[in-house]
Nanobody, 122 residues
Framework: QVQLVESGGGLVQAGGSLRLSCAAS????????MGWFRQAPGKEREFVAS????????YYGDSVKGRFTISRDNAKNTVYLQMNSLKPEDTAVYFC???????????????WGQGTQVTVSS
């Protein structure tokens, strides 16, 4: 079992930055691929970014490429999402997830956090 707790969300103006953190506890964090997803009201869950467990290879959704960066610190059992040049359309609840594969499909992940709200004002 893996427990995930997100933090770092909040209200920011367009063009600003936020860094989300996801702290993991339970089973060996370093053996899991980690992903970030988001869901805005009335919309489907959207893949944001993922990172492999061993080599640290990263993947990004098209809407965040060049603006967001995912990273992980296995010593701290934490994954981060640095979000720059934020836009109002980035407003959503952001979830981190742990799974066997750094996939863009939510069904590939076994464990999910409770989410953290990010609101970007125009």
């Amino acid at each position: 079992q893996v427990q995930l707790v997100e933090s770092g969300g909040g209200l920011v103006q367009a063009g600003g930055s936020l860094r989300l953190s996801c702290a993991a506890s339970g089973r060996t964090f370093s053996q899991y691929a980690m992903g970030w997803f988001r869901q805005a009201p009335g919309k489907e869950r959207e893949f944001v970014a993922s990172i492999t467990w061993s080599s640290g290879i990263t993947y990004y959704g098209d809407s965040v490429k060049g603006r967001f960066t995912i990273s992980r610190d296995n010593a701290k059992n934490t994954v981060y999402l640095q979000m720059n040049s934020l836009k109002p359309e980035d407003t959503a609840v952001y979830f981190c997830a742990a799974g066997r594969w750094a996939d863009s499909q939510g069904s590939s992940y076994d464990y999910w956090g409770q989410g953290t709200q990010v609101t970007v004002s125009s």
